[in-house]
């Protein structure tokens, strides 16, 4: 059977991969800090049913705001301001190769959730936002960050929402992140300009473009990597329940793109307007 | 058969970003979005795919958008490479005691394969400045490999390998380079050609004559740049009447330069030629899907699909001749020169091949310098040439086969 092949934009593949990328962290002396990976596509197509995008065969790689985060953690221990950095990433067993490219950056130890089959096709924010905040106690963390959102869905949701279950403060679009005293000062990207935020921790921070520019990982670093633990867990293990309170109905592309019309006087455009029905 | 419709790739960028990020979306020819037949992480290691992963993403990101400039300033990108270095590329299989990242020859191969997509002359460069790097450490004694190899592995400082001359290039064991021992240095008469990074390099890997005629008379000396009497022509080296520290002398035993010592490079050469044919590839495949002409896109007509079918077998093919030796060589098999000679032949024959026709399938935007296709054209084509011309190669092959054992 022919597929039809066109790509589809983001807005239309918010029903795949579902999962965030935390960062668990401690700024001084005690705990640790981790973060969450996310493992998403490169290029993209709807299945011929509607049903979903395309997974098989497409190149798969850390969420690029996933980079952003597991750099910032790195650099905050090379600052000796932390003092571990533990990368955590939900999914089936391909998403320890995320955990092993952040692991090659710097981080410590990585912890892979396993999520498999159908569970991993309808995990969504809310469900990792969960098993973070559980992780989080568990490993008593004391900063998550996490990208800002991934770039197969667009969500921009884990990292709020991980906050809003541990009820600690977040520091969301950050584009610049310094450790002072027992808070943490975020200056975040918004729509009007830049705001810059002191909040107390344990927080949950999010890494927006500018936070940093994510190193590449060395040969050396890549082989001791081999050696850095990776735990595996069940999200049951963390008394966490992934069955999620959405149904993707159905998954398209976009219209395609229309031709444009040229007008000669405004009149023209506002006539053109009001036939549109758009004035 | 249906046809195939026009497939754009939308890079996908989350509301807000800005284009100036270096990794979000990576739009140079060498993206490795879906996943296909000429794939080259295929049959590796994870951490294999690691590797190849970094020097791809260097590659788009330092050396790509570069590669054009080198070019028509024939420059010699000392920060670039020191970056590489920075990765571990400055001395791939140098044993890490002395600052390499002792990886296999299999490993080397990827990644140079992968960097070669990015620029393919300053690959052949890196990899030449590996092999001489290696020399030292394998054959030099503990007080050379502790003066030279650190500095090379991060290239603090550059090396080149000197062996032919202006009269003798296949016929390597006919050079005339002299070095005569006095006391407790050598006097270095000659000149040599062809050097590599010739005058930028610090380091030079000398084979000279110390004894008889032909092979079994040639030694290997360690020169540096500084050495007085060591002059630079045009863009080629002359070495006259140097003094050289005995300690200089490599301990390269006395079976040692037999033909076989052109093996240290034909591997990485090939593995250059690899990655230039899969660039080449991925850009013909590129302009077939974008080009139309007759109304349909190029990727319509027959016998474009069949000859990019045919290019990209070859590139596979090509790809796991290079591997095969490249572990033989790893395990010191019994077949592993003759391997090697085979793989430089047939590799570099058949990716200049590949390159070529790629630049064919360009029409006439493939001789323009604003495309990278002829920039790959270019540079492979001397591979066929270099580290023992693919004439040699068939001498090695024949007299396998045909001397009495």
């Known amino acids: 059977m022919g597929s039809s092949t066109s790509l589809v934009p983001k807005s239309v593949t918010a029903a795949i991969n579902a999962h965030g990328f935390g960062y668990f962290g401690c700024p001084h002396t005690f705990g640790q800090v981790g973060y969450r990976l996310k493992r998403t596509e490169q290029y993209i197509r709807v299945k011929p049913d509607n049903s979903s995008v395309v997974t098989d065969g497409v190149k798969h790689s850390m969420n690029p705001f996933c980079e952003i985060a597991v750099e910032e953690a790195v650099k905050l221990k090379e600052k000796k301001l932390i003092k571990e950095v533990v990368a955590v990433s939900c999914g089936p067993q391909q998403v320890q190769e995320t955990i092993r490219t952040a692991l090659a950056m710097g981080a410590d130890r990585g912890i892979h959730v396993e999520v498999t089959g159908k569970d991993y096709e309808t995990l969504g924010p809310l469900q990792v936002s969960k098993i973070m905040a559980a992780l989080a106690k568990k490993e008593e963390a004391q900063l998550v960050i996490l990208g800002k959102q991934a770039i197969d869905d667009d969500c921009n949701q884990t990292g709020q929402m991980t906050a809003a279950l541990l009820d600690w403060p977040q520091g969301t679009f950050a584009s610049e992140l310094s450790l002072e005293g027992d808070k943490i000062k975020v200056v975040r990207e918004i729509d009007g300009g830049l705001e810059t935020i002191k909040i107390n921790t344990p927080a949950v921070v999010t890494a927006d473009l500018r936070l940093n520019t994510p190193r590449y990982a060395t040969l050396p670093n890549i082989m001791k990597a081999k050696k850095k633990k990776i735990a595996n867990v069940k999200p049951a293990d963390l008394g966490v329940d992934i069955t999620s309170r959405l149904e993707v109905l159905r998954v398209d592309e976009p219209p395609q793109r229309q031709a444009g019309m040229k007008v000669e006087t405004v009149d023209d455009l506002v006539g053109k307007l009001k036939e549109a029905g758009m004035v | ?330 395990e010191s098999r019994s077949d592993a020169v003759s391997l090697c000679s085979m793989a430089k032949l047939f590799v570099t024959d058949e990716c200049f091949n590949i390159c070529n026709q790629a630049l064919q399938m360009h029409g006439g935007y493939g001789y323009l310098k604003d495309y990278a296709v002829q920039q790959f054209v270019r540079d492979i084509r001397v591979h066929q040439i270099l580290e023992g011309t693919n004439e040699v190669m068939r001498m090695i092959i024949s007299r396998n086969l045909l001397t009495e054992s």
């Open chain 2, 1 to 330: 058969m249906a046809p195939v419709g026009p497939l754009a790739r939308i890079s996908r960028l989350g509301s807000g970003i800005c284009r100036n990020h270096r990794l979000i979306f990576n739009r140079s020819p060498q993206r490795r979005g879906i996943a296909s037949c000429i794939d080259p992480a295929h049959g590796l290691s994870d951490e294999q795919r690691e590797f190849q992963k970094v020097a791809f993403d260097f590659a788009a990101n330092e050396m790509a958008p570069h590669m054009a400039e080198w070019d028509e300033k024939e420059m010699f990108p000392i920060e670039t490479m020191r970056k590489a270095a920075q990765l571990g590329f400055g001395g791939i299989y140098v044993q890490p005691d002395v600052g390499g990242s002792g990886l296999s020859r299999l490993d080397t191969s990827v990644i140079f394969e992968a960097l070669s997509t990015g620029c393919v002359s300053t690959t052949a460069y890196i990899s030449i400045h590996n092999m001489c790097a290696w020399m030292i450490d394998t054959f030099g004694n503990t007080e050379q490999r502790e003066k030279f190899c650190p500095d090379l592995c991060s290239m603090e400082k550059f090396a080149s390998y000197c062996l032919t001359e202006p009269g003798s290039g296949s016929d390597a064991a006919s050079l005339l380079t002299t070095a005569q021992l006095k006391g407790d240095h050598y006097i270095l008469n000659g000149s040599k050609a062809f050097i590599s990074g010739g005058g930028d390099t610090d380091v030079y890997v000398v084979m000279c004559r110390t004894g008889g005629k032909g092979p079994k008379g040639i030694s290997c000396l360690v020169v540096e740049k500084e050495t007085p009497g060591l002059s630079f022509g045009k863009k080629e080296k002359k070495v006259e009447f140097i003094v050289v520290l005995a300690v200089t002398v490599l301990t390269w035993s006395k079976n040692s330069f037999s033909i076989s010592s052109f093996h240290i490079n034909t591997l990485p050469t090939a593995s250059c030629s690899l990655g230039a044919a899969h660039a080449c590839v991925q850009l013909a495949r590129d302009h077939l899907l974008v080009r139309k002409q007759f109304g349909e896109t190029l990727s319509n007509n027959q016998f474009l699909q069949f000859k990019l079918a045919e290019m990209a077998t070859k590139l596979v093919a090509s790809r796991l001749l290079v591997r095969e030796a490249a572990t033989a060589l790893q």
